[in-house]
């Protein structure tokens, strides 16, 4: 939580990050940008925005 808040901020200051999570859900309302990863492969690279619009989405990258 407390890590989350510090995120935000920087992110809000204009500083990138590189986020590696397993929480996608907590990622993504962090993010502006998104690349999902499988076994090194990329499954999407995009902006978050795409997947919270369209959760369908984001359920059927992650059932792969």
């Known amino acids: 939580d407390e ?9 809000d200051q204009g ?9 996608t859900e907590r990622a993504l309302k962090v993010a502006d940008q998104a690349v999902l990863l499988e076994a090194g492969n990329v499954k999407f690279s995009g902006a978050t925005s795409e997947l919270i619009s369209d959760p369908s989405k984001l359920d059927v990258l ?3």
């Not at 890590?3 to 992110?11: A, E, H, Q, S, T």
């Not at 500083?15 to 929480?23: A, F």
């Open 3 to 11: 890590c989350y808040r510090v995120l935000n901020g920087l992110r």
């Open 15 to 23: 500083v990138t990050i590189v986020l590696v999570e397993q929480n």
């Open 62 to 64: 992650m059932s792969q």
